[in-house]
């Protein structure tokens, strides 16, 4: 299978899939369908015949998809083999939240840092991870191979922080707060936008109650 450019929408159902497949292959199970796998992962069989042409897995007729291969390859392409590590800027409400959640059902993402700027919190150890100091950014990032950081300070800051993440190396940032952030080039940003997902929710309620939901972007 090779591994072409493919589109976003295809690349964000990617961990759905994986964490299915190996949910099937620890139960044993050697092949799945796309409308088995549509079911379970509630994305239509179509979609799924589609993303995994991207990779070349075409499934034969009448056996499936191989479930072994499929999450090998997966895991592969979505760098399962690797542990990333990850930071946390700012434990207020929405970081003591994902503290506690660590990505748990991910077991090679975690949280290994937090920073904030509360003297109360640096230096005490939350859910098993550490809380530094701001200032001990530019030296922890690099020691712990840190390239990606959650942001969920204060948008008055958010600006600011993401300029030290940047200078203390990280390449990819989870935006958590309202503040369209600028960055370089060669840094990625995914924005969490919590209000805009309600707000889309309300305007599909509002005008596309009744019909069938479609996960096609
Ligand atoms: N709470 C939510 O449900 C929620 C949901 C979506 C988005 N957000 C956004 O996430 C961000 C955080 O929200 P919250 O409710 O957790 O806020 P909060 O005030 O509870 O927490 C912010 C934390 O950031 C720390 N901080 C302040 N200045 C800092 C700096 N310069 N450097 C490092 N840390 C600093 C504070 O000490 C505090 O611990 C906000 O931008 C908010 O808009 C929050």
Redesign the pocket.
Same mark, same amino acid.
């Given at each position: 299978m090779s591994t072409q450019k493919i589109p976003q929408a295809t690349a964000k159902r990617l961990p759905i899939y994986y964490r299915y497949l190996k949910i099937l292959n620890d139960a044993g199970k050697e092949r799945v369908s796309s409308t088995e796998l549509s079911d379970a992962v509630k994305v239509d069989s179509a979609t799924i015949r589609r993303d995994f042409s991207y990779f070349g897995a075409l499934g034969k007729r009448g056996y499936g998809y191989d479930v072994e291969n499929l999450m090998k390859f997966f895991s592969k392409t979505l760098n399962q083999d690797h542990l990333t590590s990850v930071a946390l800027? %700012?434990? %207020?409400? /929405? %970081?003591? !939240?994902l503290l506690n959640y660590n990505f748990h059902q991910n077991n090679n993402t975690r949280i290994s840092a937090a920073?904030? *700027?509360?003297e109360e919190?640096v230096g005490t150890i939350y859910s098993g991870i550490p809380v530094y100091q701001?200032d001990e950014m530019m030296e922890q990032i690099p020691l712990q191979q840190i390239e990606i950081a959650i /942001? $969920?300070?204060? !948008?008055q800051? !958010?600006q600011?922080?993401v300029n030290k993440l940047v200078e203390a190396g990280v390449k990819g940032i989870m935006n958590? $707060?309202? *503040?369209r952030i600028t960055v370089p080039k060669n840094v990625r940003v995914q924005n969490?936008? /919590? $209000?805009n997902e309600l707000q889309t929710l309300i305007y599909f309620l509002d005008n596309y109650a009744g019909e069938e939901v479609s996960e096609e972007e």
């Open positions: 800027i %700012g434990v %207020g409400n /929405l %970081g003591h !939240a920073f904030d *700027v509360k919190i701001m /942001l $969920t300070v204060p !948008a800051v !958010a600011d922080t958590f $707060t309202p *503040v969490v936008d /919590l $209000t």
